[in-house]
T-cell receptor
Framework: NAGVMQNPRHLVRRRGQEARLRCSPM?????VYWYRQLPEEGLKFMVY????????ESGMPKERFSAEFPKEGPSILRIQQVVRGDSAAYFC???????????????FGPGTRLTVT | RKEVEQDPGPFNVPEGATVAFNCTYS??????FFWYRQDCRKEPKLLMS???SGNEDGRFTAQLNRASQYISLLIRDSKLSDSATYLC????????????FGSGTQLTVLP
């Protein structure tokens, strides 16, 4: 049973380019979360998605960031016109439906390290 | 005030020692509590959930005091492999299940 998959593991972008980060949840999990960890800081929630639906995007920066979880395929976190301050580790987590994972445990993928030059 | 506060450490302890980490949370309506560990800024891994009655998993014991909004983790007979950053994590009521992380407590177990 594969865990949460993320790719790429490392991504280098120049300022102004776009970054696309992908996440496939664990089998049987229908809920996906994205978190960001800036250098020397803790993890911060960004967005919570179910298939074709954004449930909570209260942690997303207002501009340049978007996320989706289509009916087919992985969840995508998209950062347009990247800046140096976007350099961070971006972690995806997944959880089973609330009826199963009643305590809300989330399982994390290996992360994508984004470096903006 | 931070939503979840932890002593950042570092804690340097010899193998076999018992070490305790504390955590406080500010939202009294918080509903779920966890300890995660993170190695060298790799992905966080769920160590254990924390139940109101307290719970134990091998050498690890977690306690929750809702009245004081305080969570603890006790590690007995510490191993070199326990060296990591320990993250106190909370789900606040009505937060749509987002995890709120403490900044972590760094533990190094010395031979």
């Amino acid at each position: 049973n594969a865990g949460v998959m993320q790719n790429p593991r490392h991504l280098v972008r120049r300022r102004g380019q776009e970054a696309r980060l992908r996440c496939s949840p664990m089998k049987g999990h229908s809920h996906v979360y994205w978190y960001r960890q800036l250098p020397e800081e803790g993890l911060k929630f960004m967005v919570y998605l179910q298939k074709e639906n954004i449930i909570d995007e209260s942690g997303m920066p207002k501009e340049r960031f978007s996320a989706e979880f289509p009916k087919e395929g992985p969840s995508i976190l998209r950062i347009q016109q990247v800046v140096r301050g976007d350099s961070a580790a971006y972690f995806c987590a997944s959880s089973p439906p609330p009826a199963i994972g009643i305590r809300g445990e989330q399982y994390f993928g290996p992360g994508t390290r984004l470096t903006v030059t | 005030r931070k939503e979840v506060e932890q002593d950042p450490g570092p804690f340097n302890v010899p193998e076999g020692a018992t070490v305790a980490f504390n955590c406080t949370y500010s939202n009294s309506a918080s509903q779920s509590f966890f300890w995660y560990r993170q190695d060298c800024r790799k992905e966080p891994k769920l160590l254990m959930s924390v139940y109101s009655s307290g719970n134990e998993d091998g050498r690890f014991t977690a306690q929750l005091n809702r009245a004081s909004q305080y969570i603890s983790l006790l590690i007995r007979d510490s191993k070199l492999s326990d060296s990591a950053t320990y993250l106190c994590v909370v789900i606040a009521s009505g937060s749509a299940r987002q995890l709120t992380f403490g900044s972590g407590t760094q533990l190094t177990v010395l031979p």
